[in-house]
């Protein structure tokens, strides 16, 4: 009878790991260009890359990841050039076919600016006359601080980090608006590339970012319900901090 009984166990098993297997997909989802220390194009890692693949892995699936410029990546999703995107960057996708699943990660954005400058932001009128920086899609973000900016040509959006910075530290820019951690990456790579004194800054924390700006998006409604769950799984497990800690410490 035990033999019945572990025999019926072991064939559901089987039946389950056929099933899972059968439902495993290789999915492609499209990444902006290198932000380190959350995406790393030349080897497929980074926080935000390393967090979505695990979170897949756990109903068998495989990330494949495809780089964009940050503000294509609304394009790529609604030409079904890729299965997924890192983020709607501004665009609602759900007209184009498009689930919305829970953020993998949360861009921790601050305007930055030199200490030099002395310049005090704390309302948006303190932007008249100042010219920003930022990666592509912020001003339909944050329209309260930037409308205005945008408006009269005094902002840029570039997806190049170290274009931003380099545009603060080298005077032609007034703010930056940046993850704080891939502001200090790239401050810390451009002090070694031209050996230059790192320029202290003051961050100006004026936006409360939302979960709901940063959600992966979708084009299979099981493979999101899966990463869901996958997301679930990694931050319970304790993987999600081992993640962020192997690259904040970079």
Known sequence: MMKIIRLKY??????????????????????????PPYIFEHNNSGIEIDIITAALAHKGHTLKP????????????????????????????????GFYAKAAVIYDNVFITLKSSAI??????????????????????????????????RF????????????????RYDVVLSDRYIFRFFAKKLKLMHGLDVQEVVEHKLTIDKPM??????????????????????????????????????
Request: hydrophobic fraction near 40%; avoid cysteine; proline fraction near 3%.
């Open 120 to 153: 005090s932001l704390k309302k948006p009128t303190d932007f008249d006359l100042l010219s920003v920086v930022s990666f592509q899609g912020a001003e339909k973000r944050y329209p309260k601080w930037l409308k205005k900016v945008k408006e009269q040509d």
């Open 66 to 97: 495809v780089y964009f410029p940050l503000g294509r990546i609304p394009y790529a999703f609604s030409n079904k050039l890729v299965d997924a995107v890192m983020g709607d960057i501004g665009v609602n996708l759900k007209s184009q076919g």
């Open 213 to 250: 700006d940063y959600r992966p998006v979708f084009r299979d409604k099981n493979i999101r319900d899966d990463f869901n769950f996958g997301l679930n799984k990694v931050k319970e497990s304790g993987e999600f901090e081992r993640i962020y800690s192997k690259y904040i410490s970079l």
């Open 10 to 35: 072991s064939l559901l098993a089987f039946s389950l790991l056929l099933s899972n297997a059968s439902g495993a997909a290789e999915v492609s989802m499209a990444f902006s260009k290198e932000i």
């Open 156 to 171: 840029y959006g570039v997806s190049d980090q170290l274009t931003q910075v380099k545009l603060l530290y080298f005077g």
